[in-house]
């Protein structure tokens, strides 16, 4: 449920700047593919466009996280609402 909603309690603010043209095609990469082993590489494109969010990057990383298509952190970089 997290991967999706994320926590309802601590917000998450995101920069349109991170919005790299890299973290772009690899979230729309796992968007169409339904493939999210690339979660790792796109917390480093995100730290490379300045994202500084500790909950975005550890979400990216978290090892434990089932990531599904609708995982909040993909639609936040794809603009989704």
């Known amino acids: 449920m997290r991967c999706i909603f ?3 309690f601590r917000p998450v ?4 700047s991170w919005r790299s043209d890299s973290a772009v095609a ?3 990469g796992m968007y169409g593919s339904r493939d ?3 979660m790792l590489i796109l917390a480093d494109a995100l730290q490379d466009a300045g994202c500084d969010s500790p909950e975005v990057l550890e979400h990216c990383r978290d ?3 089932t990531h599904v298509r609708g995982c909040w952190v993909v ?4 603009g989704k609402e």
């Open 26 to 28: 690899l979230a729309s």
């Open 36 to 38: 999210f082993s690339a």
């Open 6 to 8: 994320g926590n309802p």
């Open 13 to 16: 603010s995101f920069s349109p």
């Open 75 to 78: 639609d936040l970089v794809l």
């Open 63 to 65: 090892p434990k996280c």
